[in-house]
């Protein structure tokens, strides 16, 4: 059984950093997708940044491309997002998922796995 934990999320200004860990105590990351998305109150789920499978691609929204970093450890036991240059606009809930796959895909619904999501805040 898949069991995702996020941690790391808090309160920082503009212009600061954070960075989100998700882990699964029963398993590690090898051959499957791993994603982070977000949620601002109203809007949809949205794809943040993706880590596919075999470790070697990487895959980022337009809104946070050059900011923000995913990323495993050498186990494979944990994955990060580095999140810099914060902006108001990424407040959110920040959610981690996999997929029973090891492609990245920007549509939540195609997604297997979910954490309880960790609040992010950026004050200006």
């Known amino acids: 059984q898949v069991q995702l934990v996020e941690s790391g999320g808090g309160l920082v200004q503009a212009g600061g950093s954070l960075r989100l860990s998700c882990v699964d105590p029963?398993?590690?990351?090898?051959?499957?997708?791993v994603g982070w998305f977000r949620q601002a109150p109203g809007p949809e789920r949205e794809f943040v940044a993706g880590?596919?499978?075999?470790?070697?691609?990487?895959y980022y929204a337009d809104s946070v491309k050059g900011r923000f970093i995913v990323s495993t450890d050498n186990a494979k036991n944990t994955v990060y997002l580095q999140m810099s240059s914060l902006k108001p606009e990424d407040t959110a809930v920040y959610y981690c998922?996999?997929?029973?796959?090891?492609?990245?895909?920007?549509?939540?619904?195609?997604?297997?796995?979910w954490g309880q999501g960790t609040q992010v805040t950026v004050s200006p």
């Open positions: 029963g398993r590690t990351f090898s051959n499957v997708a």
């Open positions: 880590l596919s499978g075999s470790g070697s691609g990487t």
């Open positions: 998922a996999v997929r029973n796959a090891a492609v990245v895909v920007r549509e939540p619904r195609d997604w297997h796995y």
